[in-house]
């Protein structure tokens, strides 16, 4: 079984600062795929970032990275500069290898920029 | 390259009445998957088509169904809904990756939502 918890309901954060939205994560599988997706009011869900477990570098995309420490099954997501944009839910999400295609997500976390 | 189609957008039923909401993956995806999302309960995995067939299901009754076409379409089907039933349905299609599936990287449509009356 996998689970994914985030432990910040919500968070605040300037305009132009950076922010980090914590996620850890506990599987059995020796191999999975780490996500993060954005879902604005409209509904969409974005994906944003994807780290798998053996890579060596954290992943990065633009202002998003993946700050990844598999030794304490943490996938924390920093966004740099953050933009009234940003304002959204995140959703940490995984994958293991059992051939099951299910994300399993997190309860998501409601970023708010001020300003 | 067009995103993955979800339609109807809105829908509004009444308890007992059956709904089907359609799903167009991104071209080329051949894997489509269909998750519940409430604010009670979360993100929940519905059930997952590939290659027609259905290879995986979430903890959900018999209601709720599905398939998959020929060019990867799929619909989902939910019978005698219940006010519960109310709630955003996302489908994701990814490539089908064999050898590290753990890789995929599913792509949401932007969902229909449901209310039940």
């Known amino acids: 079984a996998q689970k994914i918890t985030q432990t910040q309901p919500g968070m605040f954060v300037q305009e132009k600062e950076a922010v980090t939205l914590d996620c850890t994560y506990d599987t059995s599988d020796p191999s999975y795929g780490l996500f993060w997706y954005k879902q604005p009011s409209s509904g969409e869900m974005i994906f944003l970032i994807y780290q798998g477990s053996y890579d060596q570098q954290n992943a990065t995309e633009g202002r998003y990275s993946l700050n990844f420490q598999k030794a304490r099954k943490s996938a924390n997501l920093v966004i740099s500069a953050s933009q009234l944009g940003d304002s959204a839910m995140y959703f940490c999400a995984m994958r293991g290898d059992t051939g099951r295609r299910a994300l399993t997500f997190g309860s998501g976390t409601r970023l708010q920029v001020q300003p | 390259k067009a995103g993955v189609t979800q339609t109807p957008r809105y829908l509004i039923k009444t308890r007992g009445q059956q709904v089907t909401l359609s799903c167009s993956p991104i071209s080329g995806h051949r894997s489509v998957s269909w998750y519940q999302q409430t604010p009670g309960q979360g993100l929940q995995f519905l059930f997952e088509y590939f290659s027609e067939t259905q290879r995986n299901k979430g903890n959900f009754p018999g209601r709720f169904s599905g398939r998959q076409f020929s060019n990867s379409r799929s619909e989902m089907n939910v019978s005698t809904l219940e006010l519960g039933d109310s709630a955003l349905y996302l489908c994701?299609?990814?490539?089908?990756?064999?050898?590290?599936?753990?890789?995929?990287?599913?792509?949401f449509g932007p969902g229909t939502r449901l209310l039940v009356l």
């Open positions: 994701a299609s990814s490539l089908v990756l064999v050898t590290l599936p753990f890789q995929e990287t599913q792509y």
